[in-house]
């Protein structure tokens, strides 16, 4: 059975940083992104950050470019997430997501285009 674990929110100040984990299991395709999206109060839910697994490519929006940092390990069983110089507006519920798509058209790592979603892990970034 396919999942996506969220953890890593945390209570953080401004300035400071903070790691996501996504956990992933039950994937065997090797054509799938992962994206990371935030929800904040009375928002709707917005992209920050997109993995395509297959040949690593990474997009941000200029919201976080330079600020957060998407990866993953060898075993492509957990994607990070780096927040780092995070600011209030960056609070929000965090969510990663899995995209699969057609190697011939690539992905968009959209929130409509997304397949599976985790179920969140909250980061507050507060004084």
């Known amino acids: 059975q396919l999942q996506l674990v969220e953890s890593g929110g945390d209570l953080v100040q401004p300035g400071g940083s903070l790691r996501l984990s996504c956990a992933l299991s039950?994937?065997?395709?090797?054509?799938?992104?992962i994206g990371w999206f935030r929800q904040a109060p009375e928002k709707g839910r917005e992209g920050v950050s997109c993995l395509n697994m297959d040949d690593f490519t990474t997009y941000y929006p200029d919201s976080v470019k330079d600020r957060f940092i998407v990866a993953t390990e060898g075993a492509k069983r957990t994607v990070y997430l780096k927040v780092n110089n995070p600011k209030p507006g960056d609070t929000g519920l965090y969510y990663c997501?899995?995209?699969?798509?057609?190697?011939?058209?690539?992905?968009?790592?959209?929130?409509?285009?997304?397949?599976?979603w985790g179920g969140g892990t909250l980061v507050n970034v507060s004084t």
């Open positions: 039950g994937f065997t395709s090797d054509y799938y992104a």
């Open positions: 997501a899995a995209e699969f798509f057609n190697p011939d058209y690539g992905n968009t790592c959209q929130v409509g285009d997304m397949d599976f």
